[in-house]
């Protein structure tokens, strides 16, 4: 039996949302390191320098320049 599976293609609100989530629980890492980095040791913060800070900075900026962004990816397309 075969089935259809539709593709489906997030609204701008659920995309916005999961930003969000994936900034907030950056966030989260982010305070696990400062606040407890003697205990989590050597691989923890190297992970955390490497990928969470990035990721957290470059979630920032799609936050905040989301429109921006998507206006100039518009007009590149057109």
Do not use: E, N
């Not at 969000?20 to 980095?37: D, M, S, T």
């Not at 040791?41 to 998507?70: C, E």
């Amino acid at each position: 039996m075969t089935s259809i599976v539709a593709a489906h293609r997030p609204t701008r609100r659920q995309v916005r949302d999961l930003q969000r989530a994936a900034h907030l629980l950056a966030g989260v890492v982010l305070l696990a390191y400062v606040y407890a980095a003697p205990l989590l040791g050597a691989g923890f913060t190297s992970a955390v320098r490497w990928l969470v800070v990035p990721a957290l900075v470059i979630s920032g900026v799609a936050l905040w320049q989301w429109h921006r962004l998507r206006t100039r990816l518009r007009t590149r397309k057109g």
